[in-house]
T-cell receptor
Framework: DQQVKQNSPSLSVQEGRISILNCDYT??????FLWYKKYPAEGPTFLISISSIKDKNEDGRFTVFLNKSAKHLSLHIVPSQPGDSAVYFC????????????FGKGITLSVRP | KAGVTQTPRYLIKTRGQQVTLSCSPISGHRSVSWYQQTPGQGLQFLFEYFSETQRNKGNFPGRFSGRQFSNSRSEMNVSTLELGDSALYLCASRYPGDYGYTFGSGTRLTVV
C-alpha cells in the first residue's frame, strides 16, 4: 500500500521556467510533509517542509503548496536552474508512533539550459 | 558542523554472509532512522530509534536488525544476505521536534 505517490517519473523544463512537482497521499493522519532532493551516490538533502495546518510555505525559489481536501501537495521551483536537475522525493510523517517518514518513489527533474 | 557519517561507503559481500553498517548522527540528534533505496522503489523505511529504543519498524524480514547506543550512534545488521539486499542503505538523524531528517551519504551494499 503506497501511501505517498509521485505518479510522474520524470519532468523536463527549460531553464528560467517554473518546475511543478506533484505528490499525492492517502493517509489523512500525516502531520507534515517534506521535499528532498537527491543526486546520484549522495544522501537526500532536505529542501522544504510544510505542516498540515498550513497551505503554503516558501523558501527562496522553492514553494510548497498543500491541498488537504485533495490530499495533494506540490513543489514549485521558480526560476528553474540547471543545478536543480536531480531526483526529488516527497515525504510525509506524523507524530509519536507514526513519526517515521514515508517517501514517494521520486521524480527526476531535468532542467535544460 | 559535522553531518551524518555512515561507514563504510561501499561494501561487497557474498550471499549468506552477514553485514553490519554504522551510522554516527549529528551531535545532539537523538532520533536515527534507516532506509533502503533500490532502483525504482524509492526509500523504504527500515527502523527508527530514539534514545536507544526502537520506535518504529518497517516491513522487512527479521534478517534486518538494528540498535542504537547511548551516544546515539546506530548500527544495522543484515544476516544471511540475499542478492536482493543489494541497495543503498541510508541513515538519517534529526533533533527532537524537527520535521526534517538529515541524511548521510549512505552505504552501497552489493551482494554477489
Amino acid at each position: 500500500d503506497q501511501q505517498v505517490k509521485q505518479n510522474s517519473p520524470s519532468l523536463s523544463v527549460q531553464e528560467g521556467r517554473i518546475s511543478i512537482l506533484n505528490c499525492d497521499y492517502t493517509n489523512s493522519m500525516f502531520d507534515y510533509f517534506l521535499w528532498y532532493k537527491k543526486y546520484p551516490a549522495e544522501g537526500p538533502t532536505f529542501l522544504i517542509s510544510i505542516s498540515s495546518i498550513k497551505d503554503k510555505n516558501e523558501d527562496g525559489r522553492f514553494t510548497v503548496f498543500l491541498n488537504k481536501s485533495a490530499k495533494h501537495l506540490s513543489l514549485h521551483i521558480v526560476p528553474s536552474q540547471p543545478g536543480d536537475s536531480a531526483v526529488y522525493f516527497c515525504a510525509a510523517g506524523g507524530t509519536g508512533a507514526n513519526s517515521k517518514l514515508t517517501f514517494g518513489k521520486g521524480i527526476t527533474l531535468s532542467v535544460r539550459p | 558542523k559535522a553531518g551524518v557519517t555512515q561507514t563504510p561507503r561501499y561494501l561487497i559481500k557474498t550471499r549468506g554472509q552477514q553485514v553490519t553498517l554504522s551510522c554516527s548522527p549529528i551531535s545532539g540528534h537523538r532520533s536515527v532512522s534507516w532506509y533502503q533505496q533500490t532502483p525504482g522503489q524509492g526509500l523504504q523505511f527500515l527502523f527508527e530509534y530514539f534514545s536507544e529504543t526502537q520506535r518504529n519498524k518497517g516491513n522487512f524480514p527479521g534478517r534486518f536488525s538494528g540498535r542504537q547506543f547511548s551516544n546515539s550512534r546506530s548500527e544495522m545488521n543484515v544476516s544471511t544476505l540475499e542478492l536482493g539486499d543489494s541497495a543503498l542503505y541510508l541513515c538519517a538523524s534529526r533533533y527532537p521536534g524537527d520535521y526534517g531528517y538529515t541524511f548521510g551519504s549512505g552505504t552501497r551494499l552489493t551482494v554477489v
